[in-house]
Nanobody, 129 residues
Framework: QVQLVESGGGLAQPGGSLSLSCAVS???????????FGWFRQAPGKEREYVSCKSGWEGKTYSPDSVKGRFAISIDKAKRTVHLQMNNLNAGDAGVYYC???????????????????WGQGTQVTVSP
């Protein structure tokens, strides 16, 4: 059974940075690249929002315009960890951040959370002076 555990959330000042991590267990398919990992976030009273994705099959990353150039997703296969580096944070970036994974074909990146079947418990990100 695949499990995802996020860490690294906390308080950052506007313009600051945070690095989130997602530890992956129960999955042995990193070498086959048959997966996609995504990060989503959810602010109070808002829907869950797609933030970033990396497709193992395509080897490409995708992000919406709201975070493009500021957020970067990466995968450390040796450590079985997915990272989200967040720079130049603003108040709109606050929320609970979730790591998500899918091993269903096709293995490209998708923005709909229904395209991910495994989720972590989330980690809180707060942006405040």
């Amino acid at each position: 059974q695949v499990q995802l555990v996020e860490s690294g959330g906390g308080l950052a000042q506007p313009g600051g940075s945070l690095s989130l991590s997602c530890a992956v267990s129960g999955f042995n398919g990193f070498s086959e690249n048959t997966y996609r990992f995504g990060w989503f976030r959810q602010a109070p009273g808002k829907e869950r929002e797609y933030v970033s994705c990396k497709s193992g099959w395509e080897g490409k990353t995708y992000s919406p315009d709201s975070v493009k150039g500021r957020f970067a997703i990466s995968i450390d296969k040796a450590k079985r960890t997915v990272h989200l580096q967040m720079n130049n944070l603003n108040a709109g970036d606050a929320g609970v951040y979730y790591c998500a994974m899918s091993t269903r074909a096709p293995y490209g990146c998708y923005e709909d959370y229904d395209d991910y079947e495994t989720w972590g418990q989330g980690t809180q990100v707060t942006v405040s002076p």
